[in-house]
């Protein structure tokens, strides 16, 4: 595009439009690059996968044993006790549907807003959702004692004659997973749909050309069918983001709809919302960061690429900045002792050590990005993300910790002290996560073609 | 059986302008095939509105409806039972399930319209034993036109495609 372009008030300066760099600037080019790991996977010497795969599957098998062991024996295993019955699982479950909100951000709002450079993350941020959101929803039921129930939560005639509790938070987060995880799927299969018709078209085997083609279902990029494809999908977007936000408002809710001192709080929804975007973002760098190097795509994800998403981080820090601020504001201005000693606990109590490595991960060390050359330098965005995603986990651990140990009682003050099982199920669960998106790399295009082309068939008219 | 004409084009401003000078022959288009979608392309087709929106929007409230009424059918009918006072019907608190529900069965009345209106899944359709066609999902951008019953309309036709820079024309029944 040679002409300025209005976005919201602001004009973008021309010169800059450019979001692929020249080998990917070509409709083919793009084919090429995004099918090779699918169709040449001999291009590539897979040993670095394979490590990544034997890892992952281990620690996978670990989660495993720690699922089976968690229903042998119970959640006392665990290190909750009595008075923090919320321990590593609610936190590991906030930290993963957080995860789990990003790609539908990065596709709903980013598509709404006309911002193209979604166009060559948005698949595998997808797909980052989609794995976050499934071990987000199991984490829930782990920490149920009675996991075997947990279908109660389903209205079923029953000849127990009992329905489930409408008025609560925790029926709202059920619904709001199941709607969100299946809602995830259908708007990720749907953009595929053209990307495995160009992969089908491509295939050299006739076994890829049939599984490609099914899973195409014949697309043949007719006009009709594109009109009927960008109906949906943009329609799909913009219920998404509502679905986003009201699925992250509702785990704010979850601690929010309590009487608990540090919980009981009208800022938790957006504050959830933003902390969700923010570890989201930060994970979509890490990812992007290793598929642009994995599969040589640095025509396609560009160090513009992690400069704006870099810029997203920074206001969300400065946002979670202020809703920390405003916590302890609201805790000192409201009066109330409990709320008070709450936060005198944070930063005093035993996990003040966690607590100053959540504000210097969360809020001083995404400071950097305020210096363009740490923008754009990959390896320091990528080093702030994990950090973030550290932090953001930090967060999510202290805000069941700090609560529930420093409650109305002092009688029932207690600390969580975590088991060898809550370390080996946390780590077991990224180790699912990084297998899902392992194996998912091999059997699915990376980036959205079809997007893609027509941004470079866009860019070269410009 | 309808005759049809496929013309490819290297992108999509060929194909458009070749398609505006054929319908202002009074030739008819039939439809276009692209690698991406081209909206003038697809304005040039007179196509029926589309009720993928409004399927989505019924299904949707039908949905959220049916929830709301689960939801005060067990609350305040099947089972209701009074704590502390608060409202059987407790409207602002039931919102959630319909809400979440509504949006998830929008989305599959979506799908289910959308696969309704574009004939999916059809593995299989005559054109894709056309020279190139395969290149549709790539870069390549083909065009349909009926082809036209005499021979002067046809050399017509040849020409005009021709001018437009056509790289590849082909004939094909359906």
Known sequence: ?462 | MTNVLLAQFSDGKKLTAAARAARSRNYRVLDAFTPFPVEEVTELLDLPPSRIKCAMLIGGFAAAALAYVTEYYSAAIAYPYNAGGRPLDAWPAFMLVPFAVGILVASICGVGTFLFETGLPRLHYPLFDAQGFDRVSQDAFVLALIRPETADGRNDVMTLLQKADAQLVEELEL
């Open chain 1, 1 to 462: 595009m040679t002409t300025a372009t209005m976005t919201g008030g602001y004009v973008a300066p021309a010169a800059d439009e450019h979001w692929t760099v020249p080998p990917a600037r070509e409709p083919d080019a793009v084919n090429r690059l995004v099918s090779a790991p699918l169709l040449e996977s001999s291009l590539w010497s897979w040993r670095t996968w394979w490590i990544g795969v034997a890892v992952s599957s281990a620690l996978t098998a670990v989660m495993a044993v720690c699922i089976v062991w968690l229903f042998i024996k119970g959640i006392g295993v665990w290190g909750v006790n009595s008075t923090i019955v919320w321990g590593f699982a609610i936190a590991n479950y906030v930290w993963w549907i957080g995860i789990g909100n990003a790609g539908t951000l990065i596709s709903s709002m980013l598509l709404l807003m006309r911002q193209k450079w979604r166009a060559s993350t948005n698949r595998f941020a997808e797909a980052m959702t989609l794995f976050a959101a499934t071990i987000a929803g199991i984490f829930p039921i782990l920490h149920l004692g009675r996991p075997l129930y947990f279908y109660w939560l389903t209205p079923y005639p029953n000849t127990m004659t009992v329905w489930p509790q409408w008025r609560s938070a925790l029926i709202w987060d059920f619904w709001a997973i199941l709607s969100y995880i299946l809602f995830s799927i259908i708007f990720w299969y749907v953009g595929l749909i053209p990307d495995f018709a160009t992969i089908r078209d491509r295939a050299k085997t006739p076994a890829r050309r049939a599984i490609y083609g099914a899973m195409a279902l014949g697309w043949r990029g007719s006009a009709r069918h594109w009109r009927a494809y960008e109906i949906l999908h943009l329609t799909l977007a913009c219920l998404g983001v509502p679905l986003v936000v009201s699925l992250h408002s509702v785990v704010g809710m979850d601690f929010a709809a309590s009487l608990m001192p540090g919980w009981q709080e009208t800022i938790f929804p957006p504050y959830f919302v933003v902390g969700a975007m923010y570890s989201g973002f930060a994970m979509v760098a890490c990812l992007a960061a290793l598929v642009r190097w994995g599969f040589s795509m640095k025509a396609l994800i560009t160090v513009r690429h992690f400069e704006v998403m870099a810029k997203i981080m920074l206001v969300a820090a400065i946002i979670m900045g202020l809703s920390y601020a405003t916590e302890w504001f609201t805790a000192w201005y409201g009066g109330e002792h409990s709320d008070r000693s709450l936060v005198a606990f944070e930063f005093t109590g035993a996990y003040w050590p966690m607590f100053d490595a959540l504000l210097f991960c969360n809020v001083i060390a995404p400071q950097a990005f305020w210096f363009g050359a740490v923008r754009r330098n990959i390896l320091a965005v990528c080093v702030i993300a994990v950090l973030i995603n550290i932090g953001m986990w930090l967060e999510r651990i202290l805000i069941i910790w700090n609560t529930l140990s420093h409650d109305y009682l002092p009688s029932m003050w207690r600390l969580f002290l975590p088991t060898i099982w809550d370390w080996l199920l946390m780590f077991g669960s990224l180790g699912l996560f990084a297998l899902m998106f392992l194996v998912f790399v091999r059997l699915v295009p990376i980036v959205s073609m079809h997007e893609v082309r027509r941004l470079v068939a866009e860019e070269n008219a410009g």
